[in-house]
């Protein structure tokens, strides 16, 4: 049975008119019973207008299974907005494909590239904080995300910040100012401990994955966010991929060779 043919659509967390940022493209699965789905969150420091949802493209063709289906998305850039914005855009754009698409989903890998990473990690805390208080959709989305997958991943932005100095410029744009909302903001200030002892968290396996060769960023974002999962219990993986620049990676075959893995324990839970 053919893939039908990817479908862009636009989602947004309030009734007004959606931003032209506020996007997916949507790869629909063959099947007609769930099956798992990939997401993709592109990176870009929250500003760069040349990272977009087609940056996870050739992930999805490339690497997806045939049945499954899968999605990229965009969200709205800084300076024009700031944090919580854009994770509020992907929380947006999850539960949109959960409420068009939720009968053909059995569960979801979702994968971010560096800020986007962030995002991912930002996605899944928030949703487990959501699903005790709220339940509804953040209850149906956050049950079914299986496995987050952080490529080269900002996760600790006062780190990033004091490892890289010119970086604090775009980190202000995205977050403001004050290094206490840095903090507050980030992956690795979650209070992870909590959240595994939160019913929602059924296995959830985290996946970090760096490159020796990245050029933006050091070891030292995934050594954090590893040691800071490993203290709260998640036993993250981490993947080291040889040789790669920062932006090369997500297309790289070593990734995808991480992926199909991932997606063979996705399909025999």
Not at 19 to 47: C, D, E, K, M, N
Not at 58 to 71: D, F, K
Request: with cysteine.
């Amino acid at each position: 049975m053919s893939r039908p043919s990817p479908i862009t659509a636009y989602y947004t967390p309030t009734k007004l008119p959606p931003h032209p940022q506020q996007s997916l493209t949507i790869f629909p699965s063959s099947s007609t019973t769930p099956v798992p789905w990939v997401v993709y969150i592109h990176g870009g420091a929250w500003r760069d207008p040349r990272q977009t949802k087609d940056m996870g493209i050739p992930i999805l063709q490339q690497s997806l299974p045939a049945t499954w289906g899968g999605a990229t998305l965009d969200y709205r850039l800084s300076p024009s907005v700031r944090h919580p914005t854009h994770l509020d855009d992907a929380l947006a754009a999850l539960k949109f494909l959960v409420s068009e698409y939720g009968q053909f989903i059995s569960h979801i890998l979702i994968i971010g590239h560096s800020a986007g990473a962030c995002i991912a990690l930002q996605v899944l805390a928030t949703l487990i904080a959501e699903r005790q208080v709220t339940g509804g959709m953040s209850t149906h989305l956050c049950d079914r995300i299986k496995i987050v997958v952080g490529v080269e991943g900002i996760y600790d932005l006062v780190e990033l910040g004091n490892e890289y100095p010119p970086y604090k410029g775009f980190i202000s744009e995205a977050f403001g100012e004050d290094e206490e909302l840095w903090d507050e903001a980030s992956p690795s200030s979650s209070q992870w401990r909590q959240l595994l002892a939160d019913d929602c968290r059924l296995n959830t396996k985290i996946v970090l994955v760096q490159s020796t060769g990245d050029q933006l960023l050091s070891m030292n974002q995934t050594n954090v966010m590893q040691r800071i999962l490993d203290n709260a219990g998640w036993n993250p993986e981490v993947k080291v991929i040889n040789g790669r620049s920062h932006d090369a990676t997500v297309e790289s075959k070593a990734l995808f060779d991480i992926l199909r893995d991932l997606y063979k324990y996705l399909d025999d839970l």
